[in-house]
């Protein structure tokens, strides 16, 4: 089951797509997060705006999640 992450730290916010429903969702937002290539917002309410939009556009099957990792379990 695919869903659609809201990460947020420290006033950063990621949109993570495709994440599978059965995996550690923080440990997948660590991921994301770390690769500086993924692009994120300072304002949550234009993060989550965009992850509902997905949602409606490619419905995921347990829709949008919001979650704030914490920086503790991140590996290297």
């Known amino acids: 089951m695919s869903i659609i992450l809201v990460a947020t730290y420290k006033g950063k916010t990621w949109v993570v797509q495709d994440v599978d429903g059965e995996s550690d969702w923080e440990s997948v937002a660590l991921e994301h997060m770390s690769n500086k290539k993924n692009k994120f917002s300072f304002d949550r ?4 705006l965009m992850a509902h939009n997905i949602q409606r ?16 379990k991140e590996k290297g």
């Open 57 to 72: 556009k490619q419905p995921s099957e347990k829709g949008v999640w919001e979650i704030f990792p914490s920086k503790k």
């Open 45 to 48: 309410s234009k993060a989550l």
